[in-house]
């Protein structure tokens, strides 16, 4: 069983349920901002420019809707982690690219620990048909 705690520190005179339910909707909101400005390097914008800025936060956002999504659609249960920890599962791989055959291969190190986790994306993102 898994059990989820909250604590609200709050002057407003809301029953316990009524905090819950109006911090709570805030605070995933929150959650949402910190993972956009810290993981997925919107908060980093060096820019002068609006539209410039524009187009670089909405390719971030886009970047982690993809990502989430991909992550939903193949295991659920990386969908409970935070970018960072699935950028290190899947893009900082210690890995080789090498071509055989006239096709492309990435050749996994034997020591990376999210090994089989890697192969069963990579497989279930294969099998996906949106038809």
Not at 16 to 41: D, F, L, V
Not at 82 to 111: G, Q
């Amino acid at each position: 069983m898994q059990y989820n705690y909250f604590c609200y520190v709050s002057n407003m005179g809301l029953s316990p349920m009524a905090s819950h339910k109006y911090y709570g909707q805030r605070a995933t909101s929150e959650n949402w901002i910190e993972w956009c400005k810290n993981h997925m390097a919107s908060g980093s914008i060096l820019t002068q420019d609006f539209w410039a800025n524009s187009a670089i936060f909405q390719t971030c956002m886009m970047a982690y809707n993809l990502m989430v999504w991909m992550m939903w659609l193949n295991d659920e249960a990386g969908f409970k982690e935070e970018p960072n920890t699935i950028r290190m599962w899947l893009i900082t791989v210690p890995a080789r690219l090498v071509t055989r055959s006239r096709r492309w291969h990435l050749k996994l190190s034997k020591s990376y620990p999210f090994k089989k986790r890697w192969i069963y994306l990579e497989d279930s993102i294969q099998n996906l048909s949106f038809a």
